[in-house]
């Protein structure tokens, strides 16, 4: 209360609160003007540097001038000219300068020689026997040739003196040997130089390959938070566990619990491996050090080893902290892998350090490691165990609900129309990672610009999706009239299947315009996305998929290229009835796939070591499921062969049927519809199926 008097305790603690912050204010300040000082000296002494580069440049390029520029007066004679003055008496004084090569001297008048010297200008001394003056000639270096010269000029009565150029010498001694050597110091001094943020030198990778480049390292450097991570509440409620391990460790410790060392985070790519790693940093407020998996290897013995051990020397000096490995996979892999030689000795060393490393934490130190891969089957059992890697969190595609979130989330910064239905746009993208959805954004506000308008609108958002899936529309392909006529039979068979269907699948878009290497689609969804799938369903789907091809069949008496993509989805649905869920009398209970090893990369499963017996039989449940499938579509078509006339009309008129105008002809059709057809269409739902013809 205001008026209340303070007591002698609240005294003496607001005195000693007040002096705790004092020396704490004095000690930031000295610390501060410490790092400025050193920073300060860095930056001097690289400025020293460079400027002793500089004057040592100049020296050299100077010294190189004072040696080769050697200015002689007189006329320039040639040897043979020399002798022939030499031979007639004319040479006063010669002098040999050692290190230019040349000989100076003076020569005199005379009449001994007449007439025009063969090999002489005109204007050469020998020519001119009346005149005198000085004079200067190159000799060889050559000892025999220069001797020769000297006996010639000394039984001429010349005076032959030496200069050794003493100072030349000196200077050309400097130029060719010190001063390289002090440049060449200079510049690897000026590159190694401690200098910038990190502190190292401008090729400190090169030189020193045992330390890991800097990381992004400083607290609160990661802004991301949870909320920026949508579609993911199930890793979110584990990590936020990890969160609060990283503000209080020692509450832990107090307790006796041991929370989890590491976190590996696997799934498909483009789910939010990588975000979610961010959003614990910056949940945490921790320093986050990110590293790739492919860093740790090279192809020098120890390098990855000793990276290892310089990044979590980093790691422990800035703890609480997260250290995150992408790719994990590319250091973590199996031991005995790689055949023993080679490189894959260096990866096993690499793996070796980074499992003691890991087995090295101390609980109460805030370290915690989060790795991700895409491939968690191939990652040693070493690194996955308890103790290491203690929490495995799979990190799936977004639900419905998920989907609308993350849409939200990247929709917040742009001008978004007020009728855009975040839901209806998740219900159209079934089996969408969150990168997926960001494109989806990204390629509608892409079309707003290209149409000139201010806000981003459900149509826009509609044909994202479509460019996504499908590619741009092909505006130069028209087709002929027998074609349009096929692609609409063909679309309408489709349609006219999936009505009769027992499993509630609705008619999302119908339409024959050609679209990347699509020529034709129709676009399907359930009632909700199903974890569990029956036999008839699926039975019911490849039933929907060979439509098309029945529909021209039925019409055309014969099918056309554009049911390859109807066929290889069907092929591929069909193969996993037999091989993955045992739905076929052949094969019965038995699954024929090997592991999943690269699930999460959509890469196709290989079957198992089976005999050629069963690999017969396995061709025959899926060539019987296949025929099956088609008798059932052509029958349904032929039961309703006027609603697959009249519709395919429509379809061929108008080109493309969604929305309002798709669902009033849909409820034309189920009104038309006998009871014989089993189960009838709804409007909504939330997955997508679709029928392609390419």
């Given at each position: 209360?205001?008026?209340?008097?303070?007591?002698?305790?609240?005294?003496?603690?607001?005195?000693?609160?007040?002096?705790?912050?004092?020396?704490?204010?004095?000690?930031?300040?000295?610390?501060?003007?410490?790092?400025?000082?050193a920073k300060g000296r860095k930056r001097g002494f690289n400025r020293g540097l460079v400027a002793l580069l500089v004057v040592l440049l100049?020296?050299?390029?100077?010294?190189?001038?004072?040696?080769?520029?050697?200015?002689?007066?007189?006329?320039?004679?040639?040897?043979?000219?020399?002798?022939?003055?030499?031979?007639?008496?004319?040479?006063?004084?010669?002098?040999?300068?050692?290190?230019?090569?040349?000989?100076?001297?003076?020569?005199?008048?005379?009449?001994?020689?007449?007439?025009?010297?063969?090999?002489?200008?005109?204007?050469?001394?020998?020519?001119?026997?009346?005149?005198?003056?000085?004079?200067?000639?190159?000799?060889?270096?050559?000892?025999?040739?220069?001797?020769?010269?000297?006996?010639?000029?000394?039984?001429?009565?010349?005076?032959?003196?030496?200069?050794?150029?003493?100072?030349?010498?000196?200077?050309?001694?400097?130029?060719?040997?010190?001063?390289?050597?002090?440049?060449?110091?200079t510049v690897f001094a000026l590159l190694l130089a401690p200098g910038g943020r990190g502190g190292g030198g401008a090729i400190g990778d090169?030189?020193?390959?045992?330390?890991?480049?800097?990381?992004?390292?400083?607290?609160?450097?990661?802004?991301?938070?949870?909320?920026?991570?949508?579609?993911?509440?199930?890793?979110?409620?584990?990590?936020?566990?990890?969160?609060?391990?990283?503000?209080?460790?020692?509450?832990?410790?107090?307790?006796?619990?041991?929370?989890?060392?590491?976190?590996?985070?696997?799934?498909?790519?483009?789910?939010?491996?990588?975000?979610?790693?961010?959003?614990?940093?910056?949940?945490?407020?921790?320093?986050?050090?990110?590293?790739?998996?492919?860093?740790?290897?090279?192809?020098?013995?120890?390098?990855?080893?000793?990276?290892?051990?310089?990044?979590?020397?980093?790691?422990?000096?800035?703890?609480?902290?997260?250290?995150?490995?992408?790719?994990?996979?590319?250091?973590?892999?199996?031991?005995?892998?790689?055949?023993?030689?080679?490189?894959?000795?260096?990866?096993?060393?690499?793996?070796?350090?980074?499992?003691?490393?890991?087995?090295?934490?101390?609980?109460?130190?805030?370290?915690?490691?989060?790795?991700?891969?895409?491939?968690?089957?191939?990652?040693?059992?070493?690194?996955?165990?308890?103790?290491?890697?203690?929490?495995?969190?799979?990190?799936?595609?977004?639900?419905?609900?998920?989907?609308?979130?993350?849409?939200?989330?990247?929709?917040?910064?742009?001008?978004?129309?007020?009728?855009?239905?975040?839901?209806?746009?998740?219900?159209?993208?079934?089996?969408?990672?969150?990168?997926?959805?960001?494109?989806?954004?990204?390629?509608?506000?892409?079309?707003?610009?290209?149409?000139?308008?201010?806000?981003?609108?459900?149509?826009?958002?509609?044909?994202?999706?479509?460019?996504?899936?499908?590619?741009?529309?092909?505006?130069?392909?028209?087709?002929?009239?027998?074609?349009?006529?096929?692609?609409?039979?063909?679309?309408?068979?489709?349609?006219?299947?999936?009505?009769?269907?027992?499993?509630?699948?609705?008619?999302?878009?119908?339409?024959?315009?050609?679209?990347?290497?699509?020529?034709?689609?129709?676009?399907?969804?359930?009632?909700?996305?199903?974890?569990?799938?029956?036999?008839?369903?699926?039975?019911?789907?490849?039933?929907?998929?060979?439509?098309?091809?029945?529909?021209?069949?039925?019409?055309?008496?014969?099918?056309?290229?554009?049911?390859?993509?109807?066929?290889?989805?069907?092929?591929?649905?069909?193969?996993?009835?037999?091989?993955?869920?045992?739905?076929?009398?052949?094969?019965?209970?038995?699954?024929?796939?090997?592991?999943?090893?690269?699930?999460?990369?959509?890469?196709?499963?290989?079957?198992?070591?089976?005999?050629?017996?069963?690999?017969?039989?396995?061709?025959?449940?899926?060539?019987?499921?296949?025929?099956?499938?088609?008798?059932?579509?052509?029958?349904?078509?032929?039961?309703?062969?006027?609603?697959?006339?009249?519709?395919?009309?429509?379809?061929?008129?108008?080109?493309?049927?969604?929305?309002?105008?798709?669902?009033?002809?849909?409820?034309?059709?189920?009104?038309?519809?006998?009871?014989?057809?089993?189960?009838?269409?709804?409007?909504?739902?939330?997955?997508?199926?679709?029928?392609?013809?390419?």
């Amino acid at each position: 209360m205001a008026g209340t008097p303070m007591s002698d305790d609240e005294g003496n603690r607001l005195v000693a609160l007040l002096g705790t912050a004092r020396q704490r204010s004095a000690q930031y300040l000295r610390d501060r003007s410490r790092k400025r000082a050193a920073k300060g000296r860095k930056r001097g002494f690289n400025r020293g540097l460079v400027a002793l580069l500089v004057v040592l440049l100049g020296l050299f390029f100077w010294s190189l001038s004072s040696i080769f520029s050697s200015p002689s007066p007189g006329t320039r004679l040639s040897l043979d000219e020399l002798s022939a003055l030499a031979s007639n008496h004319r040479i006063a004084a010669a002098d040999f300068r050692d290190v230019d090569n040349r000989i100076v001297g003076t020569y005199v008048a005379g009449d001994g020689t007449t007439g025009l010297y063969p090999q002489a200008p005109l204007s050469s001394p020998i020519n001119q026997p009346s005149a005198a003056g000085a004079f200067y000639a190159d000799y060889p270096s050559s000892a025999s040739l220069t001797l020769d010269l000297e006996r010639s000029l000394v039984n001429a009565q010349a005076k032959v003196t030496v200069d050794p150029q003493t100072g030349k010498q000196r200077l050309k001694l400097i130029t060719t040997f010190l001063l390289p050597l002090l440049i060449l110091a200079t510049v690897f001094a000026l590159l190694l130089a401690p200098g910038g943020r990190g502190g190292g030198g401008a090729i400190g990778d090169v030189t020193d390959f045992s330390q890991m480049r800097k990381g992004k390292v400083g607290k609160g450097t990661s802004k991301v938070t949870f909320e920026d991570a949508g579609g993911v509440d199930e890793a979110v409620a584990e990590l936020r566990e990890v969160v609060d391990y990283l503000k209080d460790p020692t509450k832990y410790e107090a307790m006796g619990a041991a929370p989890p060392k590491g976190l590996l985070l696997f799934g498909p790519p483009g789910c939010g491996k990588t975000l979610l790693a961010k959003a614990v940093a910056g949940e945490a407020e921790v320093p986050f050090f990110s590293v790739a998996g492919a860093e740790f290897v090279e192809a020098l013995v120890g390098v990855g080893a000793a990276r290892v051990r310089d990044l979590f020397a980093r790691v422990r000096a800035a703890a609480p902290a997260i250290v995150f490995i992408d790719e994990l996979d590319a250091a973590g892999r199996k031991r005995g892998a790689g055949g023993g030689t080679g490189g894959s000795d260096e990866r096993e060393q690499t793996l070796n350090q980074l499992l003691v490393e890991m087995d090295g934490f101390d609980v109460s130190r805030g370290l915690v490691v989060i790795g991700a891969t895409n491939r968690p089957d191939i990652l040693d059992p070493a690194l996955r165990r308890p103790g290491r890697f203690d929490r495995h969190i799979t990190i799936e595609r977004p639900d419905g609900e998920g989907r609308e979130r993350i849409l939200k989330i990247h929709a917040r910064n742009k001008p978004i129309a007020r009728d855009v239905a975040w839901k209806d746009i998740a219900d159209r993208t079934p089996g969408f990672t969150g990168a997926d959805l960001a494109n989806v954004v990204n390629e509608a506000a892409l079309l707003t610009i290209r149409g000139q308008r201010s806000e981003i609108t459900t149509d826009d958002i509609r044909e994202a999706i479509r460019r996504v899936l499908e590619g741009p529309k092909r505006r130069g392909h028209l087709m002929t009239d027998d074609e349009r006529r096929r692609a609409a039979y063909h679309e309408a068979g489709h349609v006219i299947v999936a009505l009769c269907q027992d499993e509630q699948q609705s008619v999302q878009r119908v339409s024959i315009l050609t679209r990347g290497r699509a020529i034709a689609t129709t676009e399907l969804r359930q009632e909700e996305e199903e974890l569990m799938l029956t036999e008839s369903q699926l039975r019911g789907r490849l039933a929907v998929k060979l439509a098309g091809a029945a529909a021209e069949k039925l019409l055309f008496g014969q099918i056309s290229t554009g049911v390859e993509a109807d066929l290889e989805e069907a092929t591929a649905m069909a193969r996993d009835m037999v091989a993955r869920f045992g739905m076929s009398d052949e094969i019965s209970l038995m699954r024929l796939y090997a592991s999943d090893s690269s699930a999460y990369l959509g890469e196709e499963t290989p079957l198992q070591d089976i005999g050629p017996e069963t690999r017969a039989e396995a061709d025959r449940a899926i060539r019987r499921l296949l025929q099956e499938a088609e008798k059932e579509a052509e029958l349904l078509l032929e039961h309703h062969k006027p609603l697959l006339d009249e519709f395919a009309a429509i379809l061929a008129a108008e080109e493309t049927l969604e929305g309002n105008v798709l669902q009033e002809h849909i409820d034309t059709l189920q009104s038309k519809m006998q009871p014989a057809a089993r189960g009838r269409v709804r409007a909504k739902g939330a997955s997508r199926r679709r029928s392609t013809v390419s």
